[in-house]
Structure formats: C-alpha cells, structure tokens
C-alpha cells in the first residue's frame, strides 16, 4: 500500500532501534510500523484508541506492538496516548477560552478530572494555571 512505500522511501528516524531487540523484522518494515503507529496515535488521539485496534490496523500481533513500544519509546502506550492528548490540549487552552470540561473531551479525556491530573502530572500545574500563566500563544 501507499503508506508501505512512502515508508520505504524515507526511513523514518526515530523507529531504527525497534530492529535491535530481537525483532524478525526487517529494520525498514519495523520503522515503517513505528511511523504508522505514530501517525495513528497523532491523528486518532482523541477517539478511544486501544493497542489492539492499531496492532490489528498495523497487520501485526497485538503482543508486537507493545514490545515495540514499550522497548524503543520507554514508555507504555496508555502513556504515550495520554501525552499525545495532553499536547494537544496545551494549544486549545493557549488558543480558545473553551471550557476545561470541553478541552478535556476534544482531546479524548472521558472526564475533565483525569485531563487535570494528568495536566498537573506532565506540566506540574493545572491546566488553568497554564492558561493564565501567559503561555498562551
């Protein structure tokens, strides 16, 4: 498919590790799985992503991919779905006066209390003390 080939032709930066921990891959069909991950991750964040559903989406085994993960970004996946969301919640709260509680929804929070704790927990604030402390853009 598309997606394959564009992967083969610009050999993804980050993803070339994932071929050095005991992967039967080839290094360029896992950075080419790597990018995809991520760029469902960056376009879906808001929608209830499992790792199931991208492992399926990827053609790979769900035990795979969170190896992958787990191994190359240091990271789970909750996690890593959890920052993606808080990234982008930064630029709605520096650009728009929504609600907190509608932030929180936009970005794929099912509630505005676990979008604030994990704001505090990434930022070490809370995401109204963000938007007034003149980080705003």
């Not at 050095?20 to 808001?46: D, H, W």
């Not at 209830?48 to 053609?59: G, Q, S, V």
Request: hydrophobic share 35%; aromatic share 10%; charged share 20%.
């Amino acid at each position: 498919n598309w997606m394959v080939m564009h992967c083969e032709a610009i050999r993804i930066r980050s993803w070339p590790s994932w071929s050095r921990i005991g992967c039967r891959r080839k290094p360029s069909e896992v950075s080419c799985i790597g990018m995809q991950f991520e760029n469902i991750v960056a376009s879906r964040y808001a929608e209830p992503l499992t790792l199931k559903d991208i492992a399926a989406e990827l053609n790979v085994s769900y035990s795979f991919l969170p190896t992958l993960i787990n191994k190359t970004l240091k990271m789970r996946f909750s996690q890593y779905l959890i920052e993606a969301r808080l990234k982008a919640s930064l630029q709605l709260l520096s650009n728009t006066d929504l609600p907190l509680a509608e932030i929180a929804h936009n970005v794929g929070f099912s509630d505005q209390s676990h979008f604030s704790k994990s704001f505090r927990k990434m930022y070490d604030q809370p995401p109204q003390q963000y938007r007034k402390s003149g980080m705003r853009g």
